[in-house]
């Protein structure tokens, strides 16, 4: 495991490449005659990301996430050292429900935003506020991924990537159903965006600090990325269904997109350690 600042570049590049995201997520609401082309393309991407993550989930984070807490451990110290990563996993996953429908229950995510809903100003700014912690966590996912090695990085960098232009979308939509100007809708995105670098930043700073940072960062932002797959993204690809069955087919497509890459980047890692023995 990478622990060092020195990787501290490498690491806000990838966080500031999906910041970006999330403003151009908002752009493609905001410019003039790109709202109906954005919400074609964006229940596609959805239902892409959602597929992804859950496989990144189960695949690559998971697997991590025992390795880094059982060690040499067997038996029953690595049954228990298993609990307090799947612990940490399900405080992640919570913290983003309490978030998004306890502290701001406006909160909707995807393509479609109910302006009946965020009258408000107030309402608005809530939901926004609990967008902030959730792509907060996910700069949190992607430097403790890359901190752990460079091959699970990436992959957690595309999933996360995936839906961080339906994030900028979502809070443009939020901010222009609540009746704020353009201006504060694209202030909200580059916010988000902002939290991104954040999480990114706090965990480099953090595993600089607490060498064991990172295997506590990884299970816990793994419990977020699954909230994000499997309550705020399937919902949405459930509800893009009932009127396009395709889009629900999509998230396999996803899964598949995520499998291919793992294996060819494990062949590559293969024929790069041959090489260099």
Known sequence: MESNLGRLPELLLFGMIAAGANLVGGLVLIKAGAHRFGERFLKYLVALGAGFMLAAIFIEILPETVSLWTGSRSGENAAE???????????GYLIIQLF???IAPHFHFGAETHPESFMRPSAAYTAVGGLFIHTFFDGVSIAAAFLVNFRVGLLVFIAILLHKMPEGFTVASIMLASGRSQKKALLATAAIGAATLAGVVGVALLQAKVQSAVAYALPFSAGVTLYVAASDLIPEVNHNEERNPTVSIVVFVGVALFYLLHKLIGLLDGLTAVRLG
């Open 81 to 91: 050292a298993v609990v307090g990563a799947m612990t940490l996993l399900l405080a």
């Open 100 to 102: 998004e429908h306890t």
